[in-house]
Structures are given as structure tokens and as C-alpha cells.
């Protein structure tokens, strides 16, 4: 045991062991002092609108509301996740990124959600197909929105469902205004004409196969009947239903047309 102790290589070792970790020690508490010098808190928020979408319904006031006291603090400890978090609870914020300017800034960069339709009647949906709680009227300021409906977790289906009804019909000179999915997945569509197209389900023959088959062969049926529908059923294998609008009655007969 004594002979350790006579063991220059095995001192130094140890003495360096203990003056680097000292010297570790005392830098540690340097920084952490440093970092807590009021020059190092936060002054100033820079926020701007995501490049090439300038912001239309996120104001200042709006967002000192709604973040508040919520950001601030130091340079270094602040939590970007927590500034972020905050930023994208205020209405129509879609996301925020988050970034330090040193010594005593942060650059906030805004996206905000661009609304496509009403969502179940009470809520948005943008265009990436996510829904949003935002003001109704603010969104349809300058246009009125379709209307979509469906149980929770389908928005995405029901947009694209909508992207393809719209191409479809632009041959016939047709524009859909609502689209519904039930619970049972069932398709209905209301067009700006006030006629209901009945999609039904992807089964058997798909919806855009029988859809398809409607747009090649309505226009041939429509010039002979020469009347506006008011029900168009498409939920046949190989053919489609129509219900025609008689002025001040609504007609309860329907005609069937078979795949010819």
C-alpha cells in the first residue's frame, strides 16, 4: 500500500484527473453565470410570414394574446418546442419554426393555414386536408367555401375524394358545393345546381368507375330528357337512376339507364 504513494506516474494521473475536473467544474459555473447575465435575455421576437404567403389573418395583437408571457426568458435556456407550441395555438397558425439570433433574439417564421373548406360544420380544413378551428366568417370573406363532411380522421380521403369529383364533372359544366361521407362510408355529393349525386360506397365497381360512366353517358341521356335532376343515382354496378325537378312537385318516378 505504501509503495503507491511512491508512484510518480500514478500521482500525476490522479493530479490531473482532479484539476480537470476542477477546471470542468469551474468553466460550467462561468457559463452558467455568464447565460444568466440580463444581456443574455430574450429583447427581441422578429415575426414574418412564410415566404411567398404573406399573413392574412394573424395580427400582432392577436398573437400577444394568445402567447403572452409565454415567451421569453434566456438565450440559452429557453425551450424552442415550448415558443413553438405556443405560436401554433394561435388561430390559423399551421406552424412556426423557431430559431435563436444571437445574442438576444428570436426569428419566428409563420405558416398559415390556407382554408379550402368547411369542415363538419364548424370547423376548417386547409389545404393539406387538415382540419382547424379558425372564424368561419374571416374565411369566407372573399369566397364562400364547399362544405365537406365525415367522420373524424377522413379528411384527407375526402379531399382527394372532392379533387377527383371536380375533374370529373368539368366536362359536363358541373361544380360540386358539398360532399359527404356518412359513418357506413357512403358518398353523397350536392352540386351548384342543387341536384344530389349519390355516389354511394367503394365496392364492387368503384365510385370513380361508375362516375365515369355517368360522365360518358349523361350527356346524351340529359339532351333527351331535357330536364334538370334533382337525384342522380349512381349507386348501380352498370348504370345509373335519375330523378327529374317537375316545377312545384318533385317527381317521385325515377328512370334507370343501363351500361350500353
Known amino acids: 500500500m505504501s509503495t503507491a504513494w511512491h508512484d510518480t506516474r500514478l500521482l500525476n494521473s490522479v493530479a490531473n484527473a482532479l484539476f480537470g475536473a476542477a477546471l470542468a467544474a469551474l468553466c460550467a459555473s462561468s457559463l452558467w453565470w455568464l447565460s444568466q447575465r440580463p ?6 421576437i422578429r415575426v414574418e410570414a ?3 404567403h404573406p399573413l392574412r ?41 423557431v430559431r435563436r439570433v444571437w445574442p438576444d433574439s428570436l426569428h419566428i417564421t409563420l405558416e398559415e393555414h390556407r382554408a379550402f373548406a368547411i369542415w363538419n360544420g364548424e370547423a376548417l380544413m386547409n389545404t393539406h386536408g387538415e382540419s382547424f378551428a379558425a372564424n368561419l366568417d374571416e374565411a369566407e370573406e372573399e369566397r364562400t367555401l364547399p362544405r365537406f ?6 379528411e384527407k380521403l375526402v379531399l382527394e375524394r372532392w379533387l377527383e369529383l371536380v375533374s370529373a364533372l368539368k366536362p359536363l359544366g358541373l361544380a360540386p358545393a358539398e360532399l359527404e361521407l356518412s359513418a357506413r362510408q357512403a358518398w353523397t355529393a350536392r352540386l351548384a345546381d ?18 365515369a360512366l355517368w360522365v360518358e353517358v349523361y350527356p346524351k341521356v340529359a339532351e333527351r330528357l331535357n330536364q334538370r ?13 335519375l330523378r327529374p325537378v317537375v316545377f ?10 343501363k351500361r350500353p
Open 50 to 52: 412564410d415566404p411567398g
Open 149 to 154: 363532411s365525415g367522420p373524424a380522421g377522413t
Open 229 to 241: 335532376m334533382q337525384v342522380i343515382d349512381l349507386r348501380y354496378p352498370n348504370g345509373f337512376a
Open 57 to 97: 389573418y394573424v395580427h400582432e395583437p392577436v398573437l400577444r394574446a394568445v402567447v403572452g408571457d409565454r415567451v421569453g426568458g434566456n438565450f440559452f435556456a429557453i425551450d424552442l418546442q415550448d415558443v413553438r407550441a405556443a405560436f401554433e395555438a394561435v388561430p390559423w397558425v399551421r406552424r412556426a419554426t
Open 248 to 257: 312545384g312537385n318533385e317527381s317521385q318516378s325515377g328512370s334507370g339507364t
Open 194 to 211: 342543387g341536384s344530389t349525386l349519390l355516389l354511394g360506397r367503394d365496392q364492387g365497381v368503384s365510385v370513380r368507375e361508375r362516375l
Open 39 to 44: 444581456m443574455f435575455s430574450i429583447q427581441h
